[in-house]
């Protein structure tokens, strides 16, 4: 075995025989699989990319040439391989790296990055400056067969190609997104994988990309030899890795889905530490398949994360043709979605509030001017514990709420969630967005079945000088609060929104007569959020508001505890904050 | 010739002859460019496709087939065969139709669209509806060549590759984005217009459709028989038409990028009526152009509108390979930027507002999450006179200035906008974004060489009691009011913000000793705004607090005038509310 503590630099892999670097191999893989199995994280990305990491940094010189990542979750041994290996190595030390690539921590990283479908771009203008600037550097974009779907990926591609100069595109195919690949670029994939790359219609060469195919994408003579080849190559080319994705780990290897980000789990037998008890994903996964099954014209959508939604690939099984997977694609998904309610169908789209990002102006132009009965089911926040700046879920109220004609509900608990998906998918009025709250909560008010009436507010309780009108989650905060003030004589208002794209006028101006304050508490971005329309209507009244929510910024790696407390949307702050406005 | 008024549906041209047909494309074509020619509209659009839209009413059974148009500016032959000749044939009515397909107007047209590459996701969406429901009918989305760099597009295709039933994607392929066409995708359209659609590379097969090639896209008889055989096909089928931009109007094929969108001109001699005087986009590229001669690392980029950047072909020219294309694709846009700014150059992105909304994610992702300082310089509001709903250029506020680490300045005149635009591009400290002023004025105020400053306003006249806070072009507003009311004896404050993206707080303050209201402006969306976080800061306070901006809804054809008087933007408005306020 190779002692791994000695490799500070890829210099230090430069000299190896090949011999050597296959043990280099094995000993990354061993280390690797130790801290994923303990700490969790992109387990089937980086066992699939090892050899290959390993044969760029043999034949390619960075940081002067420049890789970059697509997504990034495949740089685990990039960082191994550039100074960080003590990460990986030592328990105490697995945090000091993040997940991503990140300029932040090493010179071989150029980009934080976290979404997909962006390294070719990115690298593109890299080439593009080293071409304005007279370099000669060679620059390398890694992509994912996966990320292929996504449009940006397109747009970098059609664009790269004509830069006439050095541009390497490493495309790392394992045949799998996080689930299953969805599309016609992946027949595609498919034939050139099973003709050895030779067949006519070929992605990459109709897009003007010289073409080379790597058959053992895993095997380090074989890669070595394809980056020789390529390396200072004068145009762009493409170089299609056929790689097993959890290559060398054998439950990751038969298990590609589950092992894509995994959770802790037995190094022995693959057996992952559960979460367990209740969740969304399953709730919102039961409920339409329920709705599925009455009414065929119901639809679910997924850009390529099915998971996040409960749909396990039984689930899928289940639904048949009314669960679609477009691939990561979610302008399509949106988009798919306003042409699907026009023709009739109720397609609901699950989405992770940071991916929905890519679809700004499709929910501006495909779906609101058109008014077509899309349903989004939205999770914000820190969704599966990511918690890394480049999947903050902070961001969606003012992404959806400002734009006309899309109704945004935010739900308390569990059962206002199930009456209001239950109302979005069956109306056929509005494009709504229903926002799956932050966490597993139960309550016992009643729901109205229909929320025809918008941004009509419910009055939890009824006080005097002070209301709190508080979004989905918060709600639980602002009652916790009611009650530890009520122990002290002082009895609050407090008010469950249930809109976030509009404010309940009549309700705020009857608070006149017996409020002087108003605090508002939203979990995401205070900026173009919920509380500033709520102070903005009061703003020539005599009426005091204040806004509490998430500061804007980016958070990397955040404690969500604190980020609450910091934001006054705890119980306590709130109740601090009461007292101390009203003496 | 037909005598037109006798068209009143697709129906009474199915039993034409072919010689009639021809017949009849002579006298649209006569008829379109006649209104065209005083009426302004996209012109080499509809010209290149109109025997294509006669016969795909000839052949396919319209509205139970569905055909959609992407951006739909070439459905202006389909509005004359549906329904709408009179809009066209009578300058009383010219204005009875909008420049786009619009559901309000028939039952022939499925959504309202403007912006590119979305048909094909749209019409997919409405074949997968018509197979969850059993359906037989013909769904055929139209698309450009110019739309297809757009990541939706490809999105769409790769989705649409899979449904494995009926799906007809019509190609226009004029050879013709607005300007000439960037991308490899084009090098391959190219070679498959040279052989006749037989060469081996072809990106719609390696998507996985079935392909025609239709060598005479202008040919009333190549047209019908290509349609005719892909009626009824029972899987994807991409139709590739090699069409003329322009046809039969030789001004409009001799220049074609001038007649993508003409003013109204001389039918005779292909003259247009020229708007003259200056504008920014020569201000903006005389500006760049000086630029990028000193200083190779500066670039302009635009995302298929090179016009509306004030570079024509000479200056494109001129700028030579530091002038950037990538086709329409501001997703690529965005993010090749932040790559280039990251390589050490100076990348400035010029965009139309409402096209923006295509790259929200990679202003936050690619760029701000990465602060590169790339610089952005954005028309907004209506761009070229274009107040269509899907043009809509008011929510670039919400959209930029809430994304952490965007600095968004708004100038108020000329002077200041060549000021800040200078400083965005010199500065390497943040992403900065500049709001080109809505109207052409010139101001005697010195400005500032730097703004690193950030969020520092600039008081413009002092007063007290009243301070109107007035961003970029709605300072000459609060600066009339003003000097009206201070013939009337009042003495107001007047603030031009400078920054969009946040407050000046120990400004803000300060006022607080000798002011009871604030009153903001901004000719923009309001909701999610400037504005809001003005009332936000303010709510605990005494301060009131008035916004003022364009009401959150999707306005249509919009009178500019009226919208700002209705939204409190004038300075008759803003005496009105001062007065009235402080009685």
């Known amino acids: 075995m190779i002692d791994l503590t000695e490799i500070h630099s890829p210099?230090?892999?430069?000299?190896?025989?090949?011999?050597?670097?296959?043990q280099l191999a094995d000993s990354l893989r061993s280390v690797l699989l130790t801290k994923l199995s303990t700490h969790g994280g992109h387990t089937g990305p980086n066992l699939g990319f090892l050899e290959a990491t390993i044969a760029m940094h043999y034949v390619f010189n960075s940081p002067v040439d420049k890789i970059v990542y697509d997504v990034s979750?495949?740089?685990?041994?990039?960082?191994?391989?550039?100074?960080?290996?003590?990460?990986?190595?030592?328990?105490?030390?697995y945090d000091d790296v993040t997940g991503y690539t990140n300029p932040g921590e090493s010179e071989h990283d150029f980009f934080t990055i976290g979404h997909t479908s962006t390294a070719?771009?990115?690298?593109?203008?890299?080439?593009?400056?080293?071409?304005?600037?007279?370099?000669?550097?060679?620059?390398?974009?890694?992509?994912?067969?996966?990320?292929?779907?996504?449009?940006?990926?397109?747009?970098?591609?059609?664009?790269?190609?004509?830069?006439?100069?050095?541009?390497?595109?490493?495309?790392?195919?394992?045949?799998?997104?996080?689930?299953?690949?969805?599309?016609?670029?992946?027949?595609?994939?498919?034939?050139?994988?099973?003709?050895?790359?030779?067949?006519?219609?070929?992605?990459?060469?109709?897009?003007?990309?010289?073409?080379?195919?790597?058959?053992?994408?895993?095997?380090?003579?074989?890669?070595?030899?394809?980056?020789?080849?390529?390396?200072?190559?004068?145009?762009?080319?493409?170089?299609?890795?056929?790689?097993?994705?959890?290559?060398?780990?054998?439950?990751?290897?038969?298990?590609?889905?589950?092992?894509?980000?995994?959770?802790?789990f037995n190094l022995e037998t693959g057996?992952?530490?559960?979460?367990?008890?209740?969740?969304?994903?399953?709730?919102?996964?039961?409920?339409?398949?329920?709705?599925?099954?009455?009414d065929k014209r119901v639809a679910v959508i997924t850009a390529g994360t099915p998971g996040v939604l409960g749909f396990t690939p039984e689930k899928r099984r289940e639904a048949g043709r009314q669960f679609i997977d477009v691939g990561i694609a979610e302008q399509e998904a949106v988009a798919l979605a306003s042409g699907m309610a026009k023709g009739g169908c109720r397609p609901v789209f699950g989405v992770v509030s940071s991916f929905l990002q890519r679809a700004y102006d499709q929910l501006s132009q495909d779906v609101a001017i058109n008014n077509t009965p899309v349903v989004l089911n939205i999770f914000y926040g820190s969704v599966a514990g990511m918690t890394d700046v480049t999947h903050l879920g902070w961001f969606d109220i003012a992404l959806v709420a400002?734009?006309?004609?899309?109704?945004?509900?935010?739900?308390?608990?569990?059962?206002?969630?199930?009456?209001?998906?239950?109302?979005?998918?069956?109306?056929?009025?509005?494009?709504?967005?229903?926002?799956?709250?932050?966490?597993?909560?139960?309550?016992?008010?009643?729901?109205?079945?229909d929320y025809d009436d918008l941004n009509r507010n419910e009055v939890v309780c009824c006080g005097s000088?002070?209301?709190?009108?508080?979004?989905?989650?918060?709600?639980?905060?602002?009652?916790?609060a009611a009650d530890k003030l009520k122990a002290e004589g002082v009895d609050i208002t407090v008010i469950n929104p249930r809109f976030l794209s509009g404010i309940d006028t009549e309700l705020l101006d009857s608070l006149k007569a017996d409020h002087e304050l108003v605090i508002t508490?939203?979990?995401?971005?205070?900026?173009?959020?919920?509380?500033?329309?709520?102070?903005?209507?009061?703003?020539?009244?005599?009426?005091?508001?204040?806004?509490?929510?998430?500061?804007?910024?980016?958070?990397?790696?955040?404690?969500?505890?604190?980020?609450?407390?910091?934001?006054?949307?705890?119980?306590?702050?709130?109740?601090?904050?009461?007292?101390?406005a009203i003496k």
Not at 11 to 22: H, N, Q, R, T
Not at 442 to 449: G, I, T, V
Request: aromatic share 8%; glycine share 10%; net charge negative.
């Open 11 to 22: 210099a230090d892999i430069k000299g190896m025989s090949i011999d050597e670097l296959e």
């Open 73 to 93: 979750h495949q740089s685990y041994v990039h960082k191994m391989l550039t100074g960080r290996i003590a990460a990986f190595t030592d328990p105490a030390h």
């Open 120 to 264: 070719v771009s990115l690298a593109g203008g890299l080439a593009k400056a080293r071409d304005l600037q007279g370099g000669t550097e060679n620059i390398i974009a890694v992509i994912g067969d996966g990320s292929l779907s996504g449009g940006e990926a397109f747009e970098g591609l059609d664009y790269g190609a004509t830069l006439g100069t050095n541009f390497i595109v490493v495309v790392n195919d394992n045949d799998m997104s996080i689930a299953e690949n969805h599309g016609g670029l992946y027949a595609d994939l498919h034939l050139l994988r099973s003709t050895d790359g030779t067949a006519d219609n070929n992605y990459f060469r109709s897009l003007g990309y010289a073409y080379r195919y790597v058959r053992y994408g895993n095997d380090l003579r074989s890669l070595i030899k394809a980056f020789s080849e390529v390396k200072d190559y004068n145009r762009p080319v493409v170089v299609h890795l056929n790689t097993q994705k959890g290559n060398g780990y054998a439950p990751a290897e038969a298990n590609r889905e589950k092992f894509h980000y995994a959770a802790p």
């Open 271 to 294: 057996e992952m530490v559960s979460g367990g008890g209740e969740s969304y994903d399953d709730i919102f996964s039961a409920m339409m398949l329920d709705k599925m099954k009455n």
């Open 402 to 449: 400002n734009i006309p004609g899309w109704v945004y509900l935010a739900p308390t608990c569990k059962e206002e969630y199930v009456a209001m998906l239950d109302w979005a998918v069956r109306q056929t009025s509005h494009p709504v967005a229903v926002r799956v709250p932050g966490v597993m909560a139960s309550c016992d008010r009643e729901f109205p079945a």
């Open 465 to 480: 000088r002070v209301a709190v009108i508080a979004a989905g989650t918060c709600l639980k905060a602002a009652l916790e």
């Open 521 to 580: 508490l939203e979990d995401g971005v205070i900026d173009g959020g919920y509380g500033e329309k709520v102070a903005r209507y009061y703003g020539d009244s005599d009426m005091k508001v204040m806004c509490r929510g998430v500061k804007k910024e980016f958070l990397d790696r955040y404690d969500i505890g604190k980020v609450l407390a910091d934001s006054g949307l705890t119980a306590d702050a709130v109740v601090a904050t009461i007292k101390k």
